[in-house]
């Protein structure tokens, strides 16, 4: 089991940038990938970001959800820290929604599909303003 604490989160506007960090308490943090989901109000929780064990580009180690992140939203883990983190520029509104990191024990390559991942953290939430 997987513990996830997630943090970061804030109120910004349109154009800034915030980090969010996800800090696992496991004994094995490699034998996961870790993911980012991300939940608006109203709306299901959607995929935003994921990376494997070593986020290795070799093996298709980082996943994106689409172009609407791709280009502006950046994963990356420090597996000495056991620590993801998910780096956000030229954050919009549509990007205002309660974010989640996630664990999957398939660490070889990350995956989409929420069902995967095993161990979810409580969200840190993101205010986007116009």
């Known amino acids: 089991q997987v513990q996830l604490a997630e943090s970061g989160g804030g109120s910004v506007q349109a154009g800034g940038s915030l980090r969010l960090s996800c800090v696992a308490t496991?004994?094995?943090?490699?034998?996961?990938?870790i993911g980012w989901f991300r939940q608006a109000p109203g709306q299901e929780r959607e995929f935003v970001a994921a990376?494997?064990?070593?986020?290795?580009?070799?093996?298709?180690?980082?996943?994106y959800a689409s172009d609407s992140v791709k280009g502006r939203f950046t994963i990356s883990r420090d597996n000495v820290q056991k620590t993801a983190y998910l780096q956000m520029n030229d954050l919009k509104p549509e990007d205002t929604a309660v974010y989640y990191c996630?664990?999957?024990?398939?660490?070889?390559?990350?995956?989409?599909?929420?069902?995967?991942?095993?161990?979810w953290g409580r969200g840190t939430l993101v205010t986007v303003s116009s």
């Open positions: 496991v004994r094995f943090y490699t034998s996961y990938s």
């Open positions: 996630a664990a999957d024990p398939n660490v070889e390559r990350p995956r989409a599909v929420s069902s995967y991942y095993t161990d």
């Open positions: 990376i494997s064990w070593n986020g290795g580009s070799y093996n298709g180690g980082i996943l």
